[in-house]
C-alpha cells in the first residue's frame, strides 16, 4: 500500500515539513483549489504543485477531488463540462497523478450536524445526530449545516434540490453512466484510475437521491465500465454510518477484483438511532473492525492508495474540522501497524 495524507495547498495550517515527518509517508493527496468545478485546471498550477510536493521529499500522485459539477449530474448540457473534466484527467496523468478520487452527490459532499462535538476526554470530532437534523427542511428554511458549500444560495440551493427531485435515483444513475461512458476510457489511455468517493452518509438526506450506498449499487456503478480505472475510493467511515453495509466483505470482495484504487480508513461510532460519532481510528473505538479491514486488504496483495481519514482535534489543536495533524498522524502511524502485522502473519 501507498501511504498518503490530505494536504488543502499553501494555506493548510498543516505543512508538508510535518507531513512528511510521519513515519511511512509516501504521497500527498491534493488538489487545485482556486478553480470553480467545471473548469479545467491549468497546467502551471499543478506544476507548481508537483513542485512543491517533491522539494518537500514526497510524491504528488494522487488526486483528491475533481469536482463534478452539478450539471453533469443533472444531466444538464452536459457535454462541454464532461469534455472540461476529461481535459482535467489528462492535465493530472502529464503531471505524474495515477489516481483521481471524486463523488457523485447531489448538491452536497458530507453532511455532518456539528463539526466539534466534545467527548469524554476533551477531545471534539464531527457527529451527526438526527435529533439536530429533525424538522428540517432546505426547500423551506434556510440551512446551514456546517461544511456544507458556502458558495451556492439558499435560492440555487432549492433550484438544485428540486431540479434533483425530480431525475430521482434512476436519473443519477443515466446521468453517471453517460459521464463514466465518456471519462473512464480517457483515464485508461492515461493511466489513471478513477476512484469514487461514496455517499457520506450512505442513505438520502432530505429527499435528495443518492446512489453510491450500498454494496449492491457500488455494484452496479462498477459494472457500468469494467475496468480498473473505474474504481472506487472505498471510504470506511462513509459506508460505515449505515450498519447494514458489511465492510469488511465488501473490502475483500473488491479488493479480489482489483476494484479498489484508494481506501480512506477511519472509524465511526453508531448509535442506536443510527446518528454517528468520528472517533478515532482504533477498532475498539468505534463500530468499524479496521483489522479486518486491513487484513482482507493484505490477503489481495492491495498496493492502492491508503490515507487516514477525518482526526479528532486533541492536544489542543485547531484547524480544519477532520483535518489536523495529530489525529490522522495517529491514524497514519495505526494504519502502519495493521499493515506490517497482517503482511508478516501472511508470511509466516
Ligand atoms: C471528506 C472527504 C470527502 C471527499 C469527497 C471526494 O472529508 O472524504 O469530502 O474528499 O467526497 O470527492
Known sequence: MKLSFRWYGEDDPVTLEYIRQIPGMRSVVSAIYDVKPGEVWSEESLAKMKKTVEDAGL???????????????????????????????????????KCITYNFMPVFDWTRTQLDKKAPDGSTSLVMYWEQMKGLDPLKDDIH?????SSYTQEEVRELITAYGKIGEEGLWKNLEAFLKKIIPT??????RMAIHPDDPPYPIFGIPRIITTEENIDRMLAIVDSPANSLCLCTGSLGCALTNDIVRMTEKYAARDRIAFMHMRNVLVLEDGSFEECGHLSSGGSIDMYEITKALVKHGFDGYVRP????MIWGETGKPGYGLYDRALGAAYINGLFEACEKALKD
Open 309 to 312: 481519514d477525518h482526526g479528532r
Open 145 to 149: 449545516l456546517p461544511g456544507w458549500d
Open 59 to 97: 510524491v504528488f500522485d494522487i488526486v483528491e477531488s475533481v469536482p463534478v459539477h452539478e450539471d453533469i449530474k443533472l444531466g444538464r448540457n452536459a457535454d462541454e463540462l464532461i469534455e472540461n473534466y476529461c481535459e482535467n484527467i489528462r492535465r493530472c496523468a502529464k503531471y505524474g497523478v
Open 187 to 192: 483515464a485508461q489511455e492515461c493511466g489513471v
